[in-house]
């Protein structure tokens, strides 16, 4: 594995006890349609993740329900025995029904479960770094966290994880987490388009903790999308590569986890990101938000 990030867009960011690269890997995508079952080529999804950790990214996220199992697997089946330098994030808090549905499971005796079905999957004694999952598929839901945060604090104590976050959250949850110990990461949906977060990343910044964005593109209504493609095509750049670049310059503590199933479209990802958004480009893409 290449451990020199510097090549990478955005350098690092220390994630607990690790230097991850900002730039990382979401492996959501290397299951099948709708993140059930195997991949349509088996021998891609393995050559994504080995191209990944070859590129110096460092920090590869992940859930064991996704597929479910099925990715987990691939991870390990590409990359163990991990490198020191690698940092496997999961999520804990949600399973998967028979009609490919992601309901709620944050009772303790279902996290213990979850804890133990990603230590198995992925072949490792401890997890790096364990996110809550909260909320539903629409978003963040208003609800107390407290039960199940301290399930997640009791299995770090027991030595079966590293690092704690929580994904898919509220700032008032995040609030009711710190209160009963720390965490690393916070991982939400935030782009260009939707930027309800902005308070939140600004708070976690200044107190040194992770803010991991998802769909760098998702949500944007047919105006949003007209202003991105145009100062995209102005920088003879594609509209994710703008996305990208825009969510690296927004603030340092922000961690990219963009997702493929595709060697050339991670290269591309990687290349993308690395774009330096002018004055003028960042005045205009911030309307995209007004």
């Known amino acids: 594995m290449n451990t020199d990030t510097r090549h990478l867009p955005g350098g690092t960011w220390t994630l607990g006890d690790h230097t991850v690269s900002r730039f990382g890997y979401g492996a959501m995508q290397l299951a099948g349609p709708w993140v059930v079952g195997p991949p349509k080529d088996h021998d ?3 050559a994504v993740l080995r191209e990944a950790a070859g590129a110096g990214i460092t920090h590869i996220d992940t859930a ?19 490198p020191a330098e690698l940092l496997i994030a999961t999520k804990a808090g949600g399973r998967r029904d028979a009609q490919g549905g992601w309901p709620a499971a944050r009772k303790p005796d279902e996290l213990k ?3 133990d079905d990603n230590l198995e999957t992925l072949g490792v004694d401890v997890l790096d770094l364990v996110h809550l999952r909260l909320g539903d598929a629409n978003g963040p839901v208003p609800e107390p966290v407290t039960e199940a945060f301290e399930t997640l604090v009791d299995l770090q104590r027991q030595g079966l994880i590293r690092h704690l976050g929580v994904s898919n959250a509220t700032a008032e949850q995040v609030e009711e987490a710190q209160a009963i110990a720390p965490i690393v990461s916070v991982q939400n949906m935030y782009n260009l388009a939707n930027r309800g977060d902005d308070a939140l990343i600004d708070r976690l910044a200044g ?5 991991t964005p998802f769909f760098p593109l998702g949500g944007f209504s047919p105006l949003q999308s007209d202003v991105l493609t145009a100062v995209a095509a102005r920088l003879d750049a594609s509209p994710m590569s703008v996305a990208l670049a825009w969510l690296l310059q927004r603030s340092p503590n922000i961690l990219l986890i963009p997702g493929t199933s595709s060697v050339a479209h991670l290269r591309e990802n990687i290349a993308g990101a690395a774009l330096t958004l002018a004055e003028a480009d960042l005045a205009e893409l911030d309307r995209i938000a007004s």
């Open 113 to 115: 479960a979850q804890i």
């Open 44 to 46: 891609a999804a393995i």
């Open 64 to 82: 064991e329900t996704y597929g479910p199992r099925v990715v987990n697997e691939l991870i390990r089946e590409a990359l163990h025995p991990y």
């Open 207 to 211: 107190e040194g903790i992770a803010y």
